[in-house]
Nanobody
Framework: VQLQACGGGLVQAGGSLRVSCAVS????????FGWFRQAPGKERDFVAA???????DYADSVKGRFAISRDNAKNTVSLEMNSLKDEDTAVYYCAATRRVTSLNTERVYDSWGQGTLVTVSS
């Protein structure tokens, strides 16, 4: 499977932004997807995941503010980000796996998109 992230940009603190991932390949409905982010000078961290059955998981830092979704018909996975904070500034990566456990862990994902930059200004 191949992934192409898009939708990043500059947004003011408190604002909203949607990043999406275009997914190509076969049997995409059987894949699980995750969003990770890497802030300047920091390691890449888990943000959100959505399983093949649409079960979701979120990092504590984004719960209640971010929402992950998938559209199997359009081959896209999206991350809606609301009430953005300065600390949300990062490069956001989408990833795919057929593993069904530990979806909040980077190591289970074997396909990654190129990343899209989200900058939140105060």
């Amino acid at each position: 499977v191949q992934l192409q992230a898009c939708g990043g940009g500059l947004v003011q603190a408190g604002g909203s932004l949607r990043v999406s991932c275009a997914v190509s390949g076969r049997a995409l409905s059987t894949y699980n997807f995750g969003w990770f982010r890497q802030a300047p000078g920091k390691e890449r961290d888990f943000v959100a995941a959505i399983a093949w059955n649409s079960n979701t998981d979120y990092a504590d830092s984004v719960k209640g503010r971010f929402a992950i979704s998938r559209d199997n018909a359009k081959n896209t996975v999206s991350l809606e980000m609301n009430s953005l904070k300065d600390e949300d500034t990062a490069v956001y990566y989408c990833a795919a796996t057929r593993r069904v456990t530990s979806l909040n862990t980077e190591r289970v994902y074997d396909s990654w998109g190129q990343g899209t930059l989200v900058t939140v200004s105060s």
